[in-house]
């Protein structure tokens, strides 16, 4: 029983361990996306209004 009960620990211990390294995987292209949503929003910017020369800043 007890060995049995091991056993089943440590698979519970492996799938939590997957779901972790699935959420960390999910939040690194959560911050991905967000950043790349910036940088579009950025070059919208530059191409709708231009990009400020040295002389206008």
Request: cysteine-free.
């Amino acid at each position: 029983v007890l060995e049995k009960q091991k056993a089943e620990l440590l698979a519970l211990i492996k799938k939590q361990m997957k779901l972790i390294d699935v959420l960390k995987k999910q939040k690194i292209h959560l911050e991905s996306s967000s950043l790349i949503s910036f940088q579009e929003d950025e070059l919208i910017k530059y191409i709708n209004f231009g990009v400020p020369n040295k002389s206008s800043v």
